[in-house]
């Protein structure tokens, strides 16, 4: 298919799924695209959208052995895994967010109840917390997982970069421990490159000490596709 006509059917879908796919956010009451209308266009968008994974994501999907999910269910499953988590790690300062659109779930673990200051061992507390998401990474199979580690801009950047690719590599290993396969799971650390937060104001800077999960689920069609590609 000529790039015109293929740009032209991927703005046609994105314009369907956000014309047809409108809900009631149940938690704002908010008006919004429903993931589970955009999971049904996963399929056209399902490059593009793994564009964004660490190292790219076709190769890791036969890696992983993941099946797939069906389109439609994709909203559906996202939605149920994220309240779950949300129950499951309560209290714990952790916090689980829908990202990229609504096509993945971000979970953000804060240093102050995942490391102590400076360091890249978890802390034993934060541990039965970390289990929790482990077990619905097992629940929930048919997605790729990247470990993110983040610093505040205190010290060098050398420093700091070290510091991020230490604690991502330390959550990604220990979810691997906890039975998640290994073939889902990349991790990377960012230094002081991508603030959430106000470097110049304790507050920014405690926001700023983080390591993020994004989980991305997969449609049966993304495995498909990576088939077809040859890996």
Do not use: W
Not at 9 to 29: K, Y
Request: aromatic share 4%; charged share 20%.
């Amino acid at each position: 298919m000529p790039k015109s006509r293929l740009l032209i059917s991927c703005v046609t879908a994105i314009s369907l799924v956000s014309l047809s796919g409108c809900v009631t956010d149940p938690n704002t009451g908010e008006r919004k695209v429903s993931r589970t209308a955009i999971g049904a266009g996963v399929g056209t968008l399902g490059g593009i959208l793994l564009g964004g994974l660490i190292g790219g994501g076709t190769g890791r999907i036969i890696g992983a052995g993941i099946g797939g999910l069906a389109g439609g269910a994709i909203g559906y499953t996202m939605d149920k895994q994220i309240k779950e988590l949300r129950e499951q790690t309560a209290g714990s300062g952790v916090d689980i967010t829908p990202t990229d659109n609504g096509q993945a779930i971000l979970v953000n673990l804060p240093e102050g109840v995942t490391f102590d200051v400076a360091s890249a061992a978890l802390q034993p507390s934060f541990r039965t917390t970390l289990d929790q998401i482990g077990q619905s990474l097992n629940q929930y199979p048919n997605s790729l997982v990247d470990v993110y580690g983040h610093t505040d801009s205190t010290g060098s950047d050398q420093y700091n970069q070290t510091l991020s690719e230490a604690r991502a590599r330390t959550v990604a290993n220990y979810l691997t421990m906890q039975g998640v396969s290994g073939a889902r799971i990349r991790s990377q650390g960012f230094g002081e490159t991508l603030p959430i937060g106000d470097n110049a104001t304790d507050e920014g800077r405690r926001r700023n000490r983080r390591v993020e999960i994004k989980i991305v689920p997969i449609s049966q069609e993304q495995v498909q596709a990576a088939k077809q590609q040859g890996y």
